[in-house]
């Protein structure tokens, strides 16, 4: 996929920014010490990039669909 290479990095960053906040998520403690306003806030944080993460995987994976197809429809018009 001639041009995709940076779309593809982009699904390796964004798959490794996911897998670090979930990691974050996960270590959060279960105790009433939780409702400490600083673990929320950090909770929130890790949340919101968890999100971006996604959000980014997304995106870069319609690119490389996108460039996949139009791939497909040029090989097809030269074929």
């Not at 105790?31 to 999100?51: C, F, G, I, Y």
């Amino acid at each position: 996929m001639i041009g995709l290479d940076s779309a593809l990095q982009g699904l390796v960053r964004s798959q490794s920014s996911f897998d670090q906040a979930a990691g974050k998520i996960a270590q959060e403690p279960l105790s009433p010490e939780r409702q400490n306003p600083q673990n929320q806030a950090s909770l929130a944080d890790d949340m919101v990039a968890l999100m971006l993460a996604r959000n980014n995987y997304e995106d870069n994976l319609k690119t490389v669909q996108t460039g996949s197809e139009m791939q497909k429809k040029l090989l097809d018009l030269l074929a």
